[in-house]
């Protein structure tokens, strides 16, 4: 059998893994905040956020033209496919361990992280695209700050608008609005996140000169959509219970206050077609949230462990995914 077909075939059945299980991993990120407060059951909040990320999915690929082109050229990539392979593999692996102690880690980190690590221990460092590469880490690390100043500026505005209402008629409203913020906060996660697998698989045609263009065949947009949102639809109640509130106590102004903010950075990078990761945006948004109404009711404890996985993501997936590539070699 045509090697260059398997290994194709791999990285398309790869790609839809780590996309079903991005859906289930952030998943928890993007309904936390609304099943905390109450405002929706978790099967409700799972079948709202399953069906926005489909269509969130569905609806943009500047993204997924980003990830195809911008951090090594698939066109002159040596051993393309078994590089993706080894990148797709890593970003899984890490994935499952983060997912498996609870942590929410960002799967953006591990899949760039994981193809530069792979392109790298295949052609060296001259391969990296330094510009394309260094814009998407631009994106992945000011985005958290923003969500940070973007919750603080929202929560602050609407503790001064709603300073004197009545407490429990705010109180019904805001668990009523986050319905609104939830399904808002689900269709962005699917415009950006499922664009990452969706140019991978392209990035992977391309290497096995199965596409000529960086726009994303049909059949590969459905597949991803498809695979997140299925993957949504499984959940991941470990992260719910770290994100909704390990982080801080919410309430459903705080909820609706940070997805409200998450949802406009998420949106606003894919409209810039660049990646960022949905798990940063929406922790750092709730505690930007938290440190408006109290700095000392955040559990920043909490929220070191969780920096401090985003920060080893990036080199570590970039190590498991070199080794991966070496081992595939022997096969391939």
Not at 9 to 33: E, K
Not at 191 to 217: C, E, F, R
Request: glycine share 8%.
């Amino acid at each position: 059998m045509d090697t260059v077909l398997v290994l194709t075939a791999l990285i398309v059945f790869f790609a839809l893994a780590f996309d079903f299980i991005n859906g289930f991993h952030d998943t928890a990120n993007a309904i936390a905040t609304s099943v905390s407060t109450r405002a929706l059951s978790p099967r409700k909040a799972i079948i709202l956020a399953a069906s926005m990320n489909f269509i969130g999915a569905l609806t943009f690929t500047g993204v997924a033209k980003t990830i195809t082109k911008d951090i090594v050229d698939p066109f002159a990539l040596e051993n393309g496919s078994i590089v993706i392979l080894a990148a797709l593999i890593a970003a899984i692996v890490w994935n499952l361990i983060t997912w498996y102690y609870g942590i929410p880690s960002s799967s953006s980190h591990a899949l760039i992280g994981s193809v530069a690590g792979a392109a790298v221990s295949a052609a060296g460092f001259d391969v990296l695209h330094y510009k394309g590469f260094l814009k998407i880490l631009e994106s992945l690390i000011i985005s958290p700050f923003l969500a940070l100043a973007v919750g603080f500026v929202i929560m602050s505005l609407f503790r001064f608008i709603f300073k004197n209402a009545n407490l429990t008629r705010t109180t019904k409203g805001f668990r009523m609005f986050q319905v609104v913020t939830a399904a808002l906060q689900s269709f962005t996660h699917g415009t950006n996140d499922a664009q990452k697998t969706m140019g991978i698989i392209t990035m992977a045609l391309i290497a096995a000169n199965y596409h000529t263009s960086d726009n994303v065949p049909e059949w590969v947009r459905i597949a991803a959509a498809l695979a997140m949102g299925i993957g949504t639809s499984v959940g991941g109640w470990k992260i719910i219970k770290t994100v909704g509130g390990k982080i801080m106590k919410i309430r459903p102004v705080n909820g609706a206050a940070a997805d409200l903010s998450s949802a406009l950075v998420i949106f606003s990078a894919t409209l810039l077609h660049l990646p960022v990761s949905t798990t940063h945006v929406i922790s750092s948004a709730i505690m930007g949230v938290g440190a408006a109404q109290r700095v000392r009711g955040v559990k920043w404890g909490v929220a070191q462990r969780i920096v401090l996985t985003w920060i080893i993501t990036l080199p570590v997936s970039a190590l498991i995914s070199g080794f991966v590539f070496q081992i595939l070699k022997l096969f391939f």
